[in-house]
């Protein structure tokens, strides 16, 4: 009231003798506005004032401040009771900013208000007023503004200002967000949410949130924005980066320096760029160097050995500071003949590892024309070439002609001239002495120095060992780039020579003397021998299948680098096995989702696992029950311990286990159409002769790898073997205890203790526990016999004890419906008696991929029905390959053991990124016209059905 001009003219009831507007002037002389009443000496007072209408202009709580002076009783000299001390304070809330008339009942009571100081002076003049101030708060929230009251009930009172106000939480930043000019809330404990809005230049980190609370105070900042590229905080606002530095992404960094070889000249840089001459690939991050494309490889070298050319390079000399240099080999043919014919490239021609892309600076190149010349150009490229603009990367060449195929001696001048040139450089002086540098129970790590004289580059080193005891009848060679050298898969316990030499343009090196090294014992030395004595695979001689020696033992010490399966029972702590075969996976990376089936141990699930930095994949989750005996506990880990030494296509994955919190789990991957024998049986009759063997094929190459390694399955059944949704077979089922007591096929014997799937089992392990590889080999004909029958039960309804009988009568299962003869005798052949008789899975998987080559050999004859097969044309996957544009990976398929369509089918992205095949399009393109091209055969065949 103390801002308003004039007069107030507030409405009195009773317009006479009750309140009246008096001007009088303040302590500062400036005149004001009052409301007295002072009818003390009158009884029954009841003397109204009302302002006129307030609007409330958004506010849901008023406060209301009032400022006035108060007689005291005492000192007016002859009242009697009737003289009060206090006054009360109403409130009335209206859309009507002109009411004429309010009824007093329609106000509402804020308090009676009572003076902290009252005066006894009527004297204003003195300018000694003693001044009270009070104020309360009303919600108002239901009409566009109010009216106040003052109701006097006989007391001596100046009304001398009265101050009407809401509360704000004033507008401020936090956070790099603005938060408004925000009104308080309705109550006293409400609080406001408000959402800021970022500053300019700035982007929302999260949700900037702030509550305003009834005091007008800003509680604590949620969320808030970061300064844009280019930007940085300072004093609250995002500042443009200054010349020199960038700031690439939002986030609450400073702006970065820019990197080496780089600048940014204006304000406000997102990213540097590279100075001239300098590049950064798409995929280099803005806080990464400019680089530069690598110079050419040097040294390349060529031997030529019939229609094959080695050709060896050493490094660029100079890397443009990057780590990501590969080669690439470009061969220009020109025929050796008068006519001076050029020839269409690389139809033909294999490159070992590959062409493209390669990490290695060696490559062979064979399947060349003979006598044909050559020229051979070697680009070194990295992440920059491309962006560099020249394209071209930098290359060596060199020039080779072929001899004849199967030609010994015969070298072309180009040859002969570069022998001269290397019989004049002088080979590399040999190592002088090696170290081990660490030793554990089945690896050595070996450090030595360069030889003294290297008479050049050296370009690798060769390691040569074997075990003492061997000699050298049997030894494994190993090359690297560098002085140093993990060797992995030794046995323990066990003294290993070691030959070190040295290679550089002019060729090897003399081997270093011999260095002796032993591993260590752990504290399974004792155990040891009996894992030795576990892997030996019995080999008869004079069988029609034996003729090839490739799975006898002696062959395996002389093919270097296979890995023996390890025992895991022969770990006294099951979790040494276990941590040393899989990869402990964190809990909270796996994502269970339904039950699919109950293993002996627990229930199994699928689900989903993200591992950092792969993508997400569908496993299936075994878990161990709650309650389990320390027995059970390492039976049910030995299944993960022995899965996770293997790595195939056709055995399952192990993803890895959960050990370290309960309950434990075994992750493998998902085969999405669960067990073959369960599969078959839903799918009767449905899939081609060429799918059928194609999941035996499948089969096979699995098994072949377990003998390969000297794993014998013992429980090898179509129960067993799971099946994914490209029709790919999987070997499963590797728990040791689990073959004799988990498997509901397991009945006991009245000659063995133990309990043996009998209907799978050959003859002598069922009679002497005699389990090989051959008998191995007789299960998987009872696999060939449910597989072809589609889940039919081996010997039907027989009991165990007569098909134990009909064997030793020499009976066996007769081809079932529709099967082609060659598949039963390949079925007959593995049911023979004499073990050493059996065929070899190496033998069983050519024979398989001799049928698929030539599916006309797959007619039903004999006593089948026919479902009428008729040959396709063989569709190489060279000639597929190439009408898909892929021809690239031929040399990587074939090296990884894809040599048929069907066998592709067992390609995944996890299997391709292994293989090196990296780029996500090829990926698909390989996985969809793979399938395509299966299904295409399969169609073509059924259209082509006819009856015989
Ligand atoms: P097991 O204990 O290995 O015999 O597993 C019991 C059942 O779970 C099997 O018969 C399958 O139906 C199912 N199962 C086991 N492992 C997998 C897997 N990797 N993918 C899909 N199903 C599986």
């Known amino acids: 009231t103390r801002t308003v001009p004039g007069e107030l003219k507030w409405a009195a009831s009773p317009s006479e003798g009750g309140w009246e507007e008096v001007s009088i002037m303040d302590e500062k002389n400036i005149p004001i506005r009052t409301y007295q009443v002072c009818n003390v000496l009158e009884p029954n007072q009841n003397n109204w004032l009302r302002t006129d209408w307030i609007p409330r202009s958004g506010a849901q709580r008023v406060y209301v401040e009032v400022k006035f002076t108060l007689r005291d009783c005492n000192s007016l000299p002859g009242v009697t009771g009737t003289c009060k001390e206090t006054f009360n304070l109403y409130y009335h809330e209206s859309n009507e900013d002109r009411e004429s008339y309010i009824k007093e009942s329609s106000f509402i009571k804020v308090d009676t208000v009572a003076a902290d100081e009252s005066f006894t002076q009527v004297d204003v003049g003195d300018r000694i007023m003693k001044l009270n101030t009070e104020v309360r708060d009303v919600k108002v929230t239901t009409r566009k503004g109010f009216y ?227 020229t051979f150009i070697v680009h070194a490229r990295n992440g920059v070439s491309q962006a560099s603009g020249a394209g071209a990367a930098q290359s060596v060449s060199v020039s080779v002609t072929t001899n004849q195929a199967g030609e010994k001696c015969f070298y072309t001048i180009v040859i002969l001239l570069s022998l001269i040139v290397c019989l004049s450089l002088s080979a590399p002086s040999p190592v002088s002495s090696i170290l081990a540098i660490d030793v554990t129970r089945h690896s050595l790590s070996l450090s030595w120095q360069q030889p003294d004289r290297p008479n050049g580059v050296i370009l690798e080193y060769e390691v040569k060992f074997y075990e003492k005891d061997q000699k050298e009848r049997s030894y494994r060679i190993m090359r690297t780039f560098s002085r140093s050298v993990d060797v992995t898969g030794l046995n323990p316990l066990t003294v290993y020579v070691f030959h070190v030499r040295a290679r550089t343009a002019a060729g090897y090196g003399e081997f270093s003397a011999p260095f002796e090294f032993s591993t260590n014992s752990g504290i399974h030395a004792v155990k040891f021998s009996s894992c030795r004595a576990c892997i030996k695979v019995y080999v008869q001689k004079r069988s029609k299948y034996s003729k090839t020696k490739q799975d006898s033992e002696e062959e395996k010490h002389l093919n270097p680098g296979v890995k023996i399966y390890v025992d895991p029972f022969t770990y006294e702590d099951p979790d040494q096995a276990i941590h040393e075969f899989a990869k402990e996976i964190d809990v909270s990376s796996i994502h269970i989702e339904k039950v699919i089936g109950m293993g002996e141990f627990g229930e199994v699930c699928s689900g989903r696992l993200r591992v950092q930095g792969k993508r997400e994949i569908y496993v299936a989750i075994k878990s161990l029950k709650a309650g389990y005996s320390d027995k059970q506990r390492r039976d049910f880990l030995s299944e993960a311990s022995i899965m996770g030494q293997f790595d195939h296509p056709n055995i399952i994955r192990l993803e890895g286990v959960v050990t370290r919190c309960k309950p434990l789990m075994i992750i493998t991957e998902y085969m999405e159409n669960g067990s073959l024998d369960a599969f078959l049986r839903k799918h009767d009759g449905q899939f081609t002769v060429i799918q059928l063997v194609g999941m035996l094929r499948g089969i096979a190459s699995g098994m072949k790898y377990l003998s390969d390694m000297s794993y014998v399955h013992r429980d090898l059944a179509a129960r067993n073997i799971l099946v994914n949704s490209n029709l790919v077979c999987k070997v499963s089922d590797f728990g040791l205890s689990r073959v004799l007591e988990d498997d509901p096929e397991a009945a006991y014997t009245t000659r063995v203790r133990r309990k043996i799937p009998i209907r799978w089992t050959a003859p002598e392990a069922i009679t002497y526990r005699k389990f090989t590889t051959a008998s191995d080999v007789w299960s998987y004909g009872i696999v060939m016999w449910e597989v072809v029958s589609y889940g039919e039960r081996p010997y039907w309804d027989m009991n165990n004890q007569d098909v134990i009988k009909a064997i030793e009568e020499g009976y066996r299962l007769p081809a079932p419906m529709d099967c082609p003869v060659v598949l039963h005798q390949l079925m007959l052949d593995c049911w023979e008696r004499e073990r050493a008789e059996r065929p070899t899975f190496s033998q069983i998987l050519n024979m398989l991929d001799k049928l698929i080559r030539n599916p006309g050999t797959l007619h039903p004859q004999g006593p089948c029905w026919s479902r009428g097969w008729v040959c396709v044309p063989e569709w190489s996957v060279c000639e597929w390959l190439q009408s898909i544009g892929l021809e690239r990976y031929r040399d990587t398929l074939a090296a990884a053991g894809y040599t048929s369509l069907d066998s592709l089918l067992a390609l995944t992205h996890q299997e391709m990124d292994r293989l090196g095949i990296i780029t996500p399009s090829h990926q698909n393109i390989l996985i969809a016209s793979v399938q395509q091209e299966v299904l295409s055969q399969m169609q073509h065949m059924q259209h082509s059905m006819v009856p015989v």
């Open 148 to 374: 106040l009251a003052f109701q006097d009930v006989g007391a001596c009172i100046a009304l001398v200002s009265v101050r009407v106000f809401y509360k704000t939480c004033p507008l401020t930043i936090r956070n790099l967000a603005t938060f408004p000019d925000t009104i308080t809330g309705a109550d006293t404990s409400s609080l406001v949410e408000v959402r800021g809005s970022c500053v300019n230049q700035s982007e929302e980190r999260e949700e900037p949130k702030m509550y305003c609370g009834a005091d007008g105070e800003w509680l604590v900042p949620i969320g808030g924005c970061f300064c844009s590229p280019g930007y940085e905080e300072k004093g609250g606002a995002c500042k443009a980066c200054s010349a020199g530095f960038y700031k690439a992404k939002s986030s609450d960094a400073g702006c970065f320096k820019c990197p080496p070889h780089s600048h940014s000249v204006r304000d406000g840089a997102t990213v540097c760029d590279c100075h001239s001459g300098f590049f950064r690939a798409d995929s280099d991050p803005p806080s990464m160097a400019c680089t530069q494309p690598p110079s050419a490889p040097q040294q390349l070298i060529s031997v030529v050995n019939e229609t094959s050319v080695v050709l060896e390079w050493a490094p660029p000399r100079r890397l443009g500071g990057r780590s990501d240099t590969s080669y690439s080999l470009d061969m220009v043919a020109r025929r050796c003949s008068q006519t001076k014919l050029c020839l269409p490239c690389g139809s033909d021609v294999l490159f070992s590892p590959g062409q493209t892309g390669l990490k290695t600076s060696r490559v062979v190149v064979s399947e060349l024309r003979a006598h044909t010349h050559y």
